[in-house]
């Protein structure tokens, strides 16, 4: 229970860092499931959607939706996903500061 | 050699010994080689003595007979283990006692600066030859004087010597200044005093910093996300207090930042609510309230076209009442956001620089009527009131007006196309052009009627306050000097011609001229005012050094020792030359205060834009960071794990970037704009800062001096 990877200047960053991102990404995650108009621009559509060389109008429109409804589902999962991977920093970050702690105590 | 002295009658053996052997007498490491000799007979044994004498050997006589020899070697080496045990236990006790100076050796040398710090303040003492005593003359704050005379009556007690006397003393000379301050207030006055100590008495502009440095900072630092990290930062610091405060550290940085901890807590909970009041939260908005836009386009208008305008004016896009709390968040959707942004900064900036700018001049009446210098008020503070009035804050009006007058509903003489411009208008007016009207246009480029005739009275009023600050009082002046100058001139005269033995009167009446001087000059603007409230005479009868250090060290700080009071003597004697004031001096110093003040009160608020210059950049980078960085984390990424992974890195970098980039950096420039904001701009309008601090006889201040001192060597 005592091994030590990182010093306790880099393991309280990580600390930090993983603190602030669970929030943050736990945060845009749900906005992005909610499709929050404000990621309008971080989202993530093909060329040949954007750009459709049909003239279909309502057919474009429509894929174009689809594919802003899919790209606001997979980013939102992303996001939790990094969220649940900056819970392991955390815990990790955190043992290690404690066991830092120990030794300089 | 040897061999051929004794004819081959002596057998030698020699060796070189390995080990160096220490020379005790130099203390250098020698080599030396041993030998031993046998020879036979008395005869010879002179010659070898007289050949090892020559060659500066040590002999050591050696028995004939083995068993002696071997017990002449056993006691060489019980004597040599006896030496060596000796020298241990020498070794020994000499560590004991190093190791136990060491562990006081702090003490001792905080004794020893003590000490030396006392007799160095002793030594500025004054002998009083008729009464055997110290007579020491320092400044010490009104408030603190019971506290001093009971460190006073505390020493005597202790020492046992004859009372000390504390007199309070009037003088000419400046005090010093001394602000008492918290542990919130010290920052703040730290920031004032790194400009310049107010002169006694001056009025201080910390307490107004407390608020105004945090609040123009925010206006430059305007994000919500930005702010909370800086609140956070700020916050830990406040609540950690003491067990940082008592982890004493040589680093700068760190030390620079806890210092100003209350600065940076108050910088980012400002930052928040600017970042509230422009909707920013790490260059995204939040939608609290509801926008009060609408898009209402049918499906068949947005196929079609690439861009689309909402228009205030349309009840069913706009609902014609604003967002309830700050930028509505549509704004940050859209393609001109700049240009709303940029106009709507740039306003409030030149507003809140005109409402500080104002309020500095305003605070300079107290320092005029503190000063005793009334003349300064009606010279000085009215024309620069009413000049900054009739030029700036006509222009914020303005600024008022056209917010409030024009919009999207409403007749075509308000509509927003109709809006002249506000530089333009203000150009116009310092140039006094003037618009033609013509009968059937609507649109009007006057804001209001009669706004030609009053632009013009104001620019008179604002014209002939130059000439009034430049010439007024120099003229006042020199009526004064004149008047004065007349009437000790006839003075003069007729105790000359009254008088035979002419010289002595001559000196009467120079007495007259200097006492009636004097008795002017409480009118007079240009003399310290006499109110030595402040200082006082501590005036000790102490009837040896010893007892003094006592009375000093329980006096335990306040009190710091002037030197000479004949200084203050020669001080007075050259205010009173003074009193004739060089009139060329006065003109070029009141042309250069009013130039100054024309030209500043024009550079100072055109430098006020730069609560919008660095508010743009601030929420430009911060978008930048968002679009290049975190954007890519957020679309690069596929479905599953791997969108996940990209996203946890990414985000580390843009976490890491915004510390750097945007809460250090951006925070660092905006603060430094900040202080230039206060010390130019607001405290160019009152504040002198010509004073020196208050520096009280401490020994945490002397130790710490002598402990740093220390450190650096």
Not at chain 2, 109 to 131: A, C, E, G, P, R
Not at chain 2, 204 to 214: E, L, R
Not at chain 2, 310 to 320: F, I, K
């Amino acid at each position: 229970m005592n091994m030590k990877i990182c010093g306790p200047k880099c393991s309280l960053c990580c600390t930090l860092i993983s603190a602030w991102g669970i929030v943050q990404l736990g945060i845009m995650g749900i906005l992005f499931w909610v499709r929050s108009p404000a990621f309008i621009e971080d989202l993530k559509i093909d060329d040949s959607i954007m750009h459709p060389a049909e003239v279909d109008i309502h057919g474009n429109a429509k894929r174009y939706l689809e594919a802003m409804d899919d790209s606001f589902h997979t980013i939102a999962l992303n996001c939790w996903i990094a969220a649940l991977l900056y819970i392991v920093t955390l815990f990790l970050s955190g043992w290690q500061l404690w066991v830092n702690n120990r030794i300089s105590a | 050699m040897l061999w051929r002295a004794c004819r081959g009658n002596v057998f030698l053996r020699q060796a070189e010994m390995d080990d160096p052997l220490e020379d005790p007498a130099s203390g250098e490491q020698v080599y030396k080689s041993v030998f031993i000799i046998f020879f036979q007979g008395d005869h010879l044994k002179m010659r070898v003595k007289k050949i090892c004498e020559g060659f500066r050997a040590t002999m050591y006589p050696c028995p004939e007979a083995p068993a002696d020899r071997r017990e002449m070697a056993m006691g060489v080496k019980t004597r040599l283990d006896d030496l060596n045990t000796v020298l241990s236990q020498t070794q020994d006790h000499r560590h004991r006692v190093l190791v136990s100076a060491a562990r006081n050796i702090r003490a001792w040398m905080m004794k020893v600066w003590k000490i030396k710090s006392i007799y160095h303040t002793l030594n500025m003492f004054n002998l009083d030859v008729i009464q055997n005593g110290l007579i020491a003359e320092c400044w010490i704050p009104v408030a603190n004087l019971e506290d001093v005379q009971l460190a006073l009556r505390r020493g005597t007690e202790k020492s046992g010597s004859l009372p000390a006397i504390l007199n309070r003393l009037s003088t000419h000379e400046a005090p010093p200044t001394f602000h008492r301050t918290n542990k919130f207030t010290k920052a703040f006055q730290t920031l004032i005093d790194s400009y310049g100590v107010a002169t006694y008495r001056e009025i201080n502009p910390a307490p107004y910093t407390i608020i105004t440095f945090p609040f123009l900072f925010a206006v430059m630092f305007g994000d919500v996300g930005h702010g909370i990290i800086m609140a956070l930062f700020g916050g830990w610091m406040v609540w950690r207090e003491k067990p940082l405060a008592a982890k004493k550290t040589d680093n700068e940085i760190w030390n620079i930042f806890f210092g100003g901890r209350y600065i940076i807590l108050l910088m980012g909970l400002f930052s928040m609510y600017t970042g509230l009041i422009y909707n920013d939260i790490f260059s995204k908005s939040m939608n609290l309230f509801g926008s009060s836009w609408h898009g209402v386009y049918d499906e068949s208008t947005i196929e079609h076209n690439k861009e689309l305008i909402l228009d205030p004016g349309n009840r069913e896009q706009y609902s014609q009442t604003p967002y309830p709390f700050g930028l509505d968040p549509m704004w940050q959707l859209s393609t001109n956001k700049i240009n709303f942004y940029n106009s709507y900064k740039m306003k409030i900036s030149i507003i809140f620089g005109i409402i500080h700018m104002m309020f500095g001049v305003i605070l300079s009446v107290w320092n005029h009527r503190f000063f005793d210098r009334s003349m300064n008020i009606y010279c000085e503070f009215i024309p620069q009131v009413l000049f900054l009035t009739c030029l700036f804050v006509y222009m914020v009006f303005l600024v008022f007006h056209k917010w409030v007058w024009y919009g999207a509903l409403g007749t075509v003489s308000q509509s927003s196309s109709c809006a002249p411009s506000i530089l333009i208008t203000f150009i116009n007016m310092v140039l006094v052009k003037g618009y033609q009207d013509h009968e059937g246009e609507d649109c009007s480029p006057y804001m209001f009627a009669g706004q030609f005739g009053i632009q013009r009275f104001l620019l008179i009023v604002a014209l002939l306050c130059v000439p009034w600050m430049l010439c007024v009082k120099p003229f006042l002046l020199h009526r004064n000097n004149k008047r004065r100058q007349l009437e000790t001139s006839t003075k003069n005269n007729l105790s000359s011609k009254t008088n035979f033995q002419g010289r002595c009167y001559r000196h009467r009446s120079e007495l007259l001229q200097s006492k009636e001087v004097r008795g002017n000059k409480n009118s007079d603007a240009f003399i310290v005012c006499e109110k030595c409230e402040y200082s006082s005479n501590m005036k000790q009868k102490e009837k040896d050094y010893q007892d003094y250090d006592k009375v000093t060290q329980a006096n335990g700080g306040e009190g710091m020792v002037e030197e000479g009071g004949e200084a203050a003597a020669a001080a007075a004697a050259a205010a009173v030359t003074e009193e004739l004031h060089d009139m060329g001096e006065v003109m070029i110093h009141q042309g250069i205060h009013t130039i100054e003040y024309v030209l500043g009160s024009v550079s100072h608020t055109a430098s006020y834009l730069r609560l919008w210059a660095l508010s743009l950049a601030h929420a430009q980078l911060s978008e930048v960071l968002w679009s290049m960085v975190l954007q890519i984390g957020l679309t690069s990424g596929g479905e599953g794990g791997s969108g996940g992974i990209v996203m946890y890195l990414i985000f580390a970098f843009w976490a890491f970037l915004t510390v750097a980039i945007l809460v250090l950096m951006e925070g660092l420039s905006a603060f430094l704009h900040t202080l230039r904001l206060h010390w130019v701009e607001f405290q160019s309008k009152f504040y002198g800062g010509t004073g020196y601090p208050f520096v009280p006889f401490a020994f945490e201040t002397i130790l710490d001096q002598a402990e740093n001192a220390v450190v650096e060597q």
